[in-house]
């Protein structure tokens, strides 16, 4: 499967998100560069069919077919979309995920995944208060419970601190179970991301440079980046 967005642009002279070109595909793990607030959330709605880009497009094996985007690829941890309330515990969050899964969604179906992922002690901490690379572990983990998913696109998982090396493995780790990956970064952890690929202390799989966005000329409005909808 493999995921290309063509010069991809939303809001008035690309405000919300400048003219953008990138591409994703089974087996891999890629990095995609978007600052503020605002963008991240903007290119993952677009990159998994959840939004119209303004101009371009994005195909899916050749063919634009955003209900098959949205089948196929989950949107993980997008701010303000897809991302859990911080105050939620883990065990809540599994819950409505497992829910959503189509499997026992119990508080004792909760403890007892959790347990088999290695995270039991976990399950009354609030999601705003884990570990960076725990929380995308669980969230990714998650996503694929559901029927179908082929892909992830995980939004900003910088933002949550730490250093990028364990979430970038796990993402790393996804692609050789055989998703397409995609992860929207911002500036710092794509410097970070590249050091430490120079010196060897990450193993992605496949090259991993960054997805520069274009800047676009004239911006001036805000566009709603909920305009059409979330990861439901």
């Not at 499997?103 to 002690?121: C, D, N, S, Y």
């Not at 050789?176 to 500036?187: K, N, P, T």
Request: hydrophobic content about 40%.
């Amino acid at each position: 499967m493999r995921i290309t967005l063509h010069n991809v642009s939303k809001g008035r002279g690309g405000q919300a998100l400048p003219p953008t070109s990138l591409e994703f595909h089974t087996g891999a793990v890629r990095f995609a560069l978007a600052e503020t607030q605002q963008r991240p959330t903007v290119l993952g709605l677009i990159a998994s069919g959840r939004m119209s880009p303004e101009t371009g497009r994005v195909t899916i094996d050749g063919d634009t077919d955003n209900r098959l985007l949205r089948r196929t690829i989950a949107l993980v941890d997008a701010p303000d979309v897809s991302d859990p309330h911080a105050d939620i515990t883990v065990a809540g969050v599994v819950g409505e995920e497992l829910m959503f899964a189509g499997v026992g969604a119990t508080p004792i179906h909760a403890r007892r995944w959790l347990t088999q992922l290695g995270f039991a002690e976990l399950a009354s901490v609030p999601i705003g208060n884990v570990d960076p690379a725990a929380r995308v572990r669980i969230m990714c983990e998650l996503a694929v419970l559901r029927k179908g998913t082929e892909g992830i696109v995980l939004v900003s998982p910088d933002r949550h601190g730490g250093s990028p090396d364990g979430w970038w493995r796990i993402a790393s780790e996804f692609a050789d179970r055989g998703y397409a990956m995609l992860v929207i970064i911002g500036g710092s952890a794509a410097v970070a991301l590249e050091r430490m690929h120079e010196l060897e202390a990450i193993n992605a799989s496949g090259p991993i440079p960054p997805l520069v966005l274009e800047l676009a000329e004239n911006d001036t409005d805000e566009d709603d980046p909920n305009e059409e909808g979330g990861l439901r």
